[in-house]
């Protein structure tokens, strides 16, 4: 089966996570990726554990699909070959502090200049423009200027960073998001356009309510844990072996919890007899559940709260997502054969297409693997091939 | 200026977060999106506050830019209304349980039969197929099930669920480039197709490194609250009037911070005069940190910080978030006028793209405001529409 990107050629300048977490998504759906790394070196991320057989895990999760070559954007001799690859491709992807590309003759003018159809998309912690548009980030500053860390984390405790680098992830697939969109607009005009996506303006554009009840109530949203503002019981509860989330959305749902924990004393005790109550003494009431809940096992938990009509779900871990029989009956743990670290599992693509495959395809590119390749598709004879090597541009 | 959607046809039937959020983004980008609701009582989240004037701010956050009627999908009569919209539509996006469009003669294989180029796509808890697709999810229970709950919060602490509806809104934004994708795909073959987004797959998708952490090198990912697995300190730390994230990535960071805090004997203290040790002892460092860190304001921090080269961010609250100037000059918070709500300030659209505007064009609909525009666009009559009211179908 076809891939839905099929055909759509994407040049990757971008490095570590956050444009690498968009062209593996763009890949996955089928787009021929060409991921640009420094020469004798390759993307900082080769450097990022666990590895398997000196392989970096981290860099084989988010670059399989791709194919990868070898180029000195810093020198005038790879500045040109890169606007051959510029010609060739639909879509570039770059993530490099504001106006680097630029500086190195590669801005969006400058490359619109020998392929107006190009779409140029930038990701950065601020963006191209505004006030703060020359400062760095990383994911954990983007969490935290843009809101989100404020609002994470237990009650009365510190700001918490979500525990996946978030900030770059998010801001990911607002660009891939922005780049299909911009395919979308070609088909009509028949012209790329400049794509500027900030790290910060992801996260804030995520705060959903958190900023109504600023803006139309005054308040300021803190911390929660994973408890619910509004309604009580609806948190994480201890089981014997893990965790199990429980919400009782309602009055019936809370008169069901109270049957399944055999205590419908409850129902009617002053504390806990109206949302309102149960929201007042939440810390009595959240003791109350974790004596029961931790009696059991999650999943002897699970059972006891279905068969009572409550709503819970286990807290699973990370080995355990990946063990899960759903997740797997998905296509969400993939193993790959890669040619050195061997068959690692790493996750699938969560885009289910009835026309289109979620399989991957090929393991994440050994430094240079297709540098010969992509210049001969370029039309480089063997000897041009040769001297950029002899010169360390490729 | 146009928008790169311009022209695109949405029928959005999906409710509450994590569907409207999909069209949200499309629309923002220029969609022509119509929003089905029940007559007489709307979306669900039209009763989620904060209100203003009684409209709900959660609801106008999430359908701005979108038009609205209502419609009666569990009677056959509107059902025949809902397949002459599917004829129009390029897409249709629903959120309901697995199995329920098809419940009502609107599956994809219903609608695909009137409108071979329609692209279906569906966002549920556990997705279309699948041992537990049966399953009901929400936010919290596939932040729970996909394992990023078991990574967010502090060390020690509970599984903590992150602050913002993140199970809704990163399943949104897949199926948001699943329908962009698949609109690529049309371009080509002409055909629509069937989209089916797990929020459980979704969060699985966003475990990066934890995954190979587990499936490489056997360990279990767990609780770190904002700190690193492997660089110390990168932190949170306590400023007079809130907090900054401090990040020392590497060794030359570390002695830097060492002088902006003036305790230089730091450097060669056996306790932190390399990242490991510095990793064992992080308590007793945090301490530290905190001491002299919650003696300036975050403001007075992060000059010294930048003074001395040590990156550094403010962890913002929402309130700073919605008023910080940058946010402001990249018009991330828009003031929408509303015909009832009056004005009010809500995130805007994270996709900048240079040919095509980051407006807010329109409030969110009030309950069925759009229906009798909509259905004489599809060439009803008067007396047709009329009809259609009197038997509260519509």
């Known amino acids: 089966m076809t891939k839905a990107l099929a055909g759509l050629k994407l040049l990757d300048v971008s490095r570590v996570l956050t444009g690498p977490y968009s062209t593996m998504v763009l890949a996955d759906l ?205 948190d994480v509860f201890a089981a014997s072996d893990g965790h199990v989330f429980i919400a009782c959305a309602n009055e019936a749902t809370w008169r069901r919890l109270c049957k399944a924990m055999d205590r419908e004393d409850l129902v009617t005790d002053a504390r806990f007899e109206i949302n309102a109550k149960r929201a007042e003494n939440i810390d009595t009431l959240t003791e109350i559940i974790n004596r029961w809940s931790s009696r059991f096992t999650a999943g002897e938990l699970l059972a006891v709260l279905e068969t009572n009509g409550v709503p819970g779900a286990q807290v699973l871990s990370v080995d355990q997502v990946v063990g899960d029989p759903h997740i797997r009956a998905r296509n969400m743990m993939v193993a790959v054969d890669h040619p050195v670290a061997g068959t690692i599992t790493i996750p699938g693509n969560p885009v289910k297409m009835s026309a289109s495959d979620d399989t991957i395809e090929r393991p994440a590119p050994v430094l240079g693997q297709h540098t010969d390749q992509v210049l001969a598709e370029l039309g480089y004879s063997a000897d041009k091939i040769a001297a950029l090597k002899a010169a360390k541009i490729v």
Chains 1, 2 share one sequence.
């Open 30 to 234: 089928g787009a021929d990726v060409i991921k640009v790394e420094v020469p004798g070196r390759g993307d900082d991320s080769r450097l990022f554990g666990p590895f398997a057989n000196g392989e970096s895990g981290y860099y084989m999760t988010l670059n399989r699909n791709k194919r990868g070559i070898t180029l000195d954007l810093r020198r005038p001799e790879g500045q040109a070959v890169l606007k051959d690859l510029a010609r060739w491709a639909d879509v570039l992807l770059e993530n490099f502090a504001t106006g680097t590309m630029a500086g190195w003759g590669l801005g969006y003018e400058d490359l619109a200049a020998v392929n107006p159809r190009l779409i140029y998309a930038s990701i950065t912690g601020f963006g191209q423009y505004g006030p703060n548009s020359g400062r760095y980030a990383f994911d954990a500053i983007a969490q935290a200027t843009g809101g989100l860390m404020s609002i994470t984390g237990a009650k009365g405790g510190p700001p918490t960073r979500v525990g996946t680098a978030l900030g770059d992830i998010n801001a990911g697939n607002f660009a891939t998001i922005g780049i299909l969109a911009a395919l979308y607009q070609r088909e009509r005009t028949g012209r790329g356009q400049r794509i500027d996506i900030s790290m910060q303006d992801c996260i804030a554009a995520i705060l959903e309510n958190a900023v109504v009840r600023y803006t139309i109530d005054g308040d300021i949203p803190t911390r929660l844990g994973s408890s619910h503002a509004n309604v009580s019981p609806y």
